[in-house]
Structure formats: C-alpha cells, structure tokens
C-alpha cells in the first residue's frame, strides 16, 4: 500500500508543545509535520496498514503522543521508554491523552486554570483538547499504550514493535545519559537490530546534517528537512552489529 505523504499547511497549533500535551524545561518537541511525515514514509516499508510503535529515547513522549493523536487510524499500539526517569513519569502523562478520559481530565484542568488565573489561553487550550478527543473518537478511540525506565543501550528483551521512531540527543537542550558509549547511534541501532522482528523498521533522527550509519548497513531511505535529518533503517540489516 502506498501513501500520500501529509506535508500540507494543515493547522497543528493544538499539538505544540505545552498547549495540549504537557511539557517540561529540558524536554524539547518536534516538527509535527515532520513527524507525520516519517511515519508515513516509514509506512511504506512495514508489513500490514497498522503498526506498533516505539520510541526508545522518548523523553517527555511528545513524539510518540503526536503520532498516536494524528495517526490513530494506523496504530495499535504505543510505547514510550527512556534511561530517565523523570522523563518517563511526563511521558505516561502525555500518553494518557491518547485516551478519551486523558482528553477529558485535561480539558477540565485547563478549564480550571481559566477560571484560576482569567487567561483566555487556557480556553483555547481547553478546547483544543476537546477538538483532539473527538478527533481520536473519530479515527477508532482510545490507543492503547505503555511506559517505561528502559537503558536502550543494555536492553537485551525482546519488544514486539513492528516500528521505531525516535528523536536522539543533539548536545544542546538534551544529552544521552545512563552508562553511555563512544558512538551511541550505533549502540542504539545494535539494540534495535536485537530488540526487534527482523521485519521491523527503525527512523532515527537528529539535529546534524546526515544521522550516520554503521559500514554494511543500508538505508531504506534518507530524509533532511531544515536542520534536522531522519534514516529509515530495516531491523534484520542492524542484527550483525
């Protein structure tokens, strides 16, 4: 099945970072639009029309939330997972609003941020929430969902994801923590060669001018967009490393 990549000017204010979604000093977004776009491109190469996703360096799980708000129609499964801590606990909160009653508990928060503080901007915020529940009503309901304090670079279990998506440290506002190695790209995709089905594919992305590749391993594709730049790898061809 093929698809049309979504990179139209469509209105994704609600989705910003703090509007709906929680967020944290520490814990940057991400371009909605090129987040949506990976997936759909990622889309291309995976087996079946809906998939499970997973970001093994989710930090406050903005990129996988995102995803499952927009995309809930090809999901059937979300988990976010990081070294730390902190970041998990924001990233369970963010994914509950994959969930109708998530949506409601926070519509009513911000509703009572209004009447608390007489900002306008918790309104808006508030129905912005209203807007992304009947959006998820309508593209099947709830997603279903899990969190976790997971090191990417020792995880040895295997996780039943048919793809990856993850945003990696850059050196500015977040840095890869926990027993780190020299080359923690490379480390990552070992993990994802041993972690995942064969048949999986992994989308690494990062603030840099091309995100490199061990020698032997091949890219189903390439992406660069502003500042940023994305690899589409298979599962099966990061196994040897």
Not at 100 to 116: N, P, T
Not at 177 to 194: C, T
Request: proline fraction near 5%; charge should be neutral; charged fraction near 25%.
């Amino acid at each position: 099945m093929s698809y049309r990549y979504a990179t139209e000017r469509t209105d994704h204010s609600a989705l910003a970072s703090g509007q709906v979604l929680r967020s944290a000093p520490g814990y940057p977004g991400f371009p909605v639009r090129l987040a949506s776009e990976l997936l759909q491109r990622a889309m291309v190469h995976v087996e079946g029309d809906r998939v499970r996703l997973w970001d093994p360096c989710c930090g406050s799980g903005y990129l996988v939330a995102v995803l499952g708000l927009l995309h809930r129609d090809r999901l059937t499964h979300v988990r976010a997972t990081d070294v730390d801590g902190d970041a998990v606990a924001i990233a369970a909160r963010n994914l509950e609003l994959l969930t109708a009653e998530g949506l409601a508990e926070r519509e009513r928060e911000l509703r009572r941020s209004a009447r608390d503080f007489g900002r306008v901007a918790f309104v808006e915020r508030a129905e912005s929430a209203r807007d992304l529940a009947a959006g998820l009503a309508a593209m099947g309901g709830d997603l279903p969902h899990e969190s976790g304090v997971v090191d990417v670079f020792t995880a040895t279990d295997p996780v039943d994801a048919d793809l990856v998506i993850t945003d990696v440290p850059y050196g500015e506002m977040t840095h890869w923590e926990g027993n780190v190695p020299d080359d923690p790209i490379r480390a990552l995709l070992a993990s994802m060669g041993r972690t995942l089905p064969r048949s999986a594919v992994v989308v690494v992305t990062a603030r840099t001018r091309r995100v490199p590749l061990p020698e032997g391993v091949r890219a189903l594709e390439r992406v660069k967009v502003g500042n940023r730049s994305a690899v589409l790898v298979r599962a099966r061809d990061l196994a040897a490393l």
